[in-house]
């Protein structure tokens, strides 16, 4: 390939991880967003680190001594600690965080893409709605509970949704035991808030939300479904593999300010 032919793709690379980045986090709002040089804010006072984090707003994003005084700043004024999230494709962050005495690099999490496909079938024993109902809010947050920390956060962020959604839950003898939602974000679908009841796993019930979410996303007028995975969540991992999510498009992990 000629040297101006790879910049090229990999200026299309880029420009889709940006256009990924926006939609993930137009999926999952913060209460309060601030710009700060070519970093964004996102304060929520709760214990989700995607919606108290900072992260690079646009391509040439750096992290200079005063930007970050400046994060950390914003971060203070709320009393929260300062962490900020890393994009594998924007280089020379985390040299800087580390020269800042920042702490090593955690919760390495992927994001993957997959085509919506005419094989994603909907399963009629999944309930699909526009909005949450009482039983998906009731589910998420007792799954969240479980899973310890953030269980607000996984609930209150629904209700500062700006873009069009669809829920899903699967119910067991009555009740709900598992959830997850799709944000549709133009020509984007992004999974989020896929949970299980610890008891009700390995028998298909997340997998057949998700299905269930793709092809509603594709019958809506989305292509591509993206979603951000925890690295070492193997059981998920499997999950989507078979549902068609190969595409590794770039990971991000966070660092946090010394104590």
Known sequence: MRPCAHDAVMAGYEALNWHVEHACAAAWPAADEVAIGDWTVR???????????????????????????????????????TIVRVPSFVPGID????????????????????????????????????????????????????????AHDHVAVIDRLRVPAIFARADVSGETRAVGFVALVGELAVIEAVATDRDHRR????????ATLLTAAREAGA???????V?????????????????????????????
């Open 95 to 150: 040299a800087a965080l580390t020269d800042a005495g920042y702490a090593p690099p955690e919760g390495a999490t992927h994001t993957l893409a997959a085509q919506l496909l005419p094989q994603h079938r909907r399963d009629p024993a999944v309930t699909l709605g526009r909005m949450p109902d009482a039983a998906w809010r009731a589910a998420r947050m007792r799954l969240s509970r479980a899973q310890g920390g953030g």
């Open 43 to 81: 304060r929520s006072g709760g214990g989700t680190r995607r919606t108290n984090s900072a992260s690079p707003a646009r391509a040439g994003a750096r992290i200079e001594a005063a930007t970050l005084a400046g994060i950390e700043a914003s971060f203070a004024e709320h009393h929260l600690s």
């Open 223 to 229: 292509g591509t479904a993206v979603l951000q995975v």
């Open 231 to 259: 690295a070492d969540n193997v059981p998920a991992l499997a999950l989507y593999a078979q549902l068609g999510f190969t595409t590794h498009l770039y990971d991000y992990h966070y660092r946090r300010s010394a104590p």
């Open 203 to 210: 028998r298909g019930l997340a997998r057949r939300c998700v």
